[in-house]
């Protein structure tokens, strides 16, 4: 039986106030910059005008820790707020996730209304049934995946992107392109989770470079971010695939932000799914079919394959990214040191499951040397 289920409501340009109505104590958790360039008042404004309580947890740092959703679940069950907002990227999201998910084990948290507010477009966690944690001490990342895990709603103001830096528009920008292209050839898509990943493949090709260059293109900001929220939806249903459980491991040993890890890893596990090298897949057809969506596609299904992989390692050099993970400052003794961890690891994580080509550990390692060394074919 296959399910496609959409459990958030998406409130589109703002309507924040409305959703707090008669909330009168709020938990908000976010990051250090956010609180201390004042744009958390996005959040706090609308609660001061009301007269309500609320506290901020602005202790998340990229890539939530144990420790983090510790503290931040000491803070909730202490408060007992009636709403909390996650107001930030990725990493503030999930931790609010992750500290609902833990606080609810020790009280009933089904009154507590959970807002996600995205600032950056990337993740799609705002609509997405996953959270990712960090285990510092065994350098993995966990991802937490529960129907439990997704907002009550999400507000989406693209208006909180515009002042984005670069850097992270293109590692974000990336992730969107990930999630949607992983969501499209899983072995769970349907046609449901289908229709989101292309409509966000599109959005995401046609408008990540404008909002590059141009930070503040509100319109291409917009579309960014309904493409990362798009995504966020078919993978949500269908899953990810190896590409993410690669980056998760590298990303935990050697510090390299999310978006950046799947970029550096998607041309070289798109080339391992499709069956570049040693005979195409069916997998391959189906990339075919997001070429021939961007209108990349050339005569035989392997050429089309191909044209995506190198449009995207074009498009990756155009957004100023390393395109190998010795480019992203990784040492090869570091890289040698820790790369059959990172592959035990990669195997483990839970989004590798949906991969479409079956890997061994193998195979991982060998990913991770064309990715290191930058041979594609
Ligand atoms: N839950 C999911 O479904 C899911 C999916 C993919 C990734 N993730 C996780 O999300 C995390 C990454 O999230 P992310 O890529 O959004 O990065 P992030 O949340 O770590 O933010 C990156 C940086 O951007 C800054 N920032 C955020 N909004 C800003 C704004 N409006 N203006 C200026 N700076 C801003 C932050 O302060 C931070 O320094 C990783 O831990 C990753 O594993 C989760
Ligand atoms: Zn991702």
Redesign the pocket.
Known sequence: MDQFYLGTKILIGGGLDTLLAGKQRVLIVS????VD?G?ISYVTGGLDRAGAQYKVFSDVQ???DISTVTAGTAMLLDFQPQAVIAF???????AA?AILFFSAKQRDMHDVLFAAI???S????EV?R???I?DRVKEV?Y?LVDDG?LPDAAVLDPA??????PV?TA??GI?VFT?AVEAFVSTAHTDFSDAAAEKAIKLAYHNLLNAYRSPEDLEARQKMHNASCLA?IA??NSGLGLN?GMA?AL?AHFHI???RANGILLPYVMSFNAGCVDGLTPTAKRYAQISRLLRLDSSSVRQSALQLIRTIRSSMEKLGMPSTIRDAGVTQAEFEADVEAMATDALADRCTATNPRPCTKEDIIHIYHRAYAGRLL
């Open positions: 990051d250090r910059f956010l360039s744009k990229a890539d939530p930030g990227g990725g990493s503030a999201i999930d996730k995205p600032t950056t990337g993740t799609g966690s997405s996953f959270a990712v960090t990342k991802p895990l909180l992107t515009v002042s984005v830096p992270v590692d974000t992730d999630h966020g993978f949500s993410h998760h990303g932000p999310h978006g």
